[in-house]
């Protein structure tokens, strides 16, 4: 049977610490090195960040509260064929690998945006596609932040207007002062907590289960990973056809949305470009892959149980499978509980922070840069001044 929730002291310890860290990161390089007082400085580090962090932000950029909690949710209720979606990622990246980065690059261009002045020679384009793409990212960003809430809600009873303020207020202050440098490198800390946190409920619930082979048994007789359906029907929720070349389709945005553009700019070569989107591909497959294992797990552990969350009320949303079972795996493990919810902050931090600063870049139009006529003295380093209350406003919207 299932059991009270409990929170301990090392399960809050684990999680201040989480967001100290991102908070320090951002307070740090407001304060070193050129203190990013230019916008490219702010927005792009210079066009000359290592590899290797900007691979992982970028990774982490196409990751949020929906990844942990939506697809294990999903493949709990309706089998591991939800997971393909992961090959959706790998094709996107791979086919806008050779659309776009040869594209993009030699232009140098801050925002996506600004492409489309230059291709059509008209500014009236690039300023309805900003109007655009605040209004799509505004209604996305409030379904991350409202996942990871309902899951900290069900874990802690914190109501969702708490955690919401949380992840906003964390967010808008290391994004607005630490410049793309803390974006980058918050990432990467928040990338290692979501993957410890991930690769723990993967090896702990499959112990008590019985093993990785038992889990396999359990799934197998419950149809979760009936995965070969080749089925031409459209009533289906899930088959190859709607997973592989929809999702192949439908995430075609990601490679082409601001965050990934402000990436490809921070490199300082092609080649840099090139190896960052060839890499992240495979590795966001493998990232849906691992949040499908944490789902098999949870159906496995509840059929052994013969408790489903969801069948006996516990729950009443099925994004709060995954809190759960990380309640039910770990009580008697301190501290552990509190890395889930870590993670689940750092996953709504990461999407957060990275599309804030896209808006960031939006307004960096060079329209602005005029006041009556007039280039200010010293744009740039005022430009990126005024970025940081921009970023600010829209954290708060």
């Known amino acids: 049977m299932l059991q009270e929730t409990t929170f301990g002291v090392a399960d809050y310890v684990v999680c201040v610490l989480a ?44 990751q949020s509260s929906i990844l942990i909690l939506g697809v294990p949710a999903e493949t709990y209720l309706y089998g591991f064929l939800a997971t393909f979606t992961g090959v959706g990622f790998w094709f996107a990246y791979w086919l806008c690998a050779r659309i776009i980065i040869p594209v993009v690059h030699p232009l140098r261009i801050t925002s996506v945006n600004e492409y489309f002045k230059l291709r059509y020679k008209n500014n009236t384009v690039r300023i309805l596609t900003t109007i655009l793409s605040f209004i799509f990212w505004f209604i996305y960003l409030g379904i991350v932040t409202y996942g990871v809430s309902t899951a900290v809600e069900s874990v802690l009873g ?7 303020v ?80 929809g999702n192949t389709a439908k995430l075609l945005f990601l490679p082409l949305s ?41 159906y496995a552990y509840f059929v052994k149980d013969r408790c489903d969350p969801l069948a006996s009320k516990l729950i009443k949303n099925p994004n709060q499978i995954l809190p759960t079972l990380v309640t039910e795996i770990f009580q008697n493990t301190p501290g552990m ?18 599309n804030n600063k896209g808006k960031a870049c939006f307004n ?17 380093k005022r430009l990126a001044v005024i970025n940081l209350p921009i970023s600010l406003k829209f954290q708060d919207i």
């Open 258 to 298: 601001q965050s990934s553009v402000q990436r490809i700019g921070c490199m300082p070569t092609l080649k840099d470009a090139y190896k960052m989107f060839y890499i992240v591909a495979p590795l966001m497959g493998l990232s849906v892959f691992l949040a499908g294992g944490m789902g098999l797990v949870s």
């Open 337 to 354: 509980t509190g890395l889930f919810i870590a993670g689940l902050f750092c996953a709504s931090l990461s999407y957060y922070e990275n």
């Open 364 to 380: 960096r139009a060079r329209h602005p840069v005029k006041w009556v006529g007039k280039t200010w003295p010293g744009q740039n």
């Open 158 to 164: 914190v109501p969702v207007w708490l955690c919401v």
């Open 19 to 62: 967001l100290c860290v991102s908070l320090s990161i951002g307070l740090y390089y407001a304060c070193t090195g050129g203190r990013q007082v230019t916008t490219a400085e702010y927005h792009l580090g210079n066009r000359n960040l290592n590899f290797l962090p900007v691979m992982f932000s970028l990774m982490v950029t196409s």
């Open 166 to 245: 949380i992840v906003s207020v964390c967010s808008m202050i290391y994004t607005a002062v630490g410049g793309i440098k803390a974006v980058i490198w918050t990432d990467v800390i928040q990338f290692s907590i979501m993957v410890t946190s991930v690769l723990a409920i993967l090896i702990k619930g499959s112990l008590i289960v019985g093993g990785g082979s038992e889990v396999i048994r359990i799934n197998l007789e419950g149809k979760r990973l009936d995965i070969w359906n080749f089925k031409f029907d459209l009533t289906l929720r899930y088959t190859i056809w709607n997973i592989v070349i």
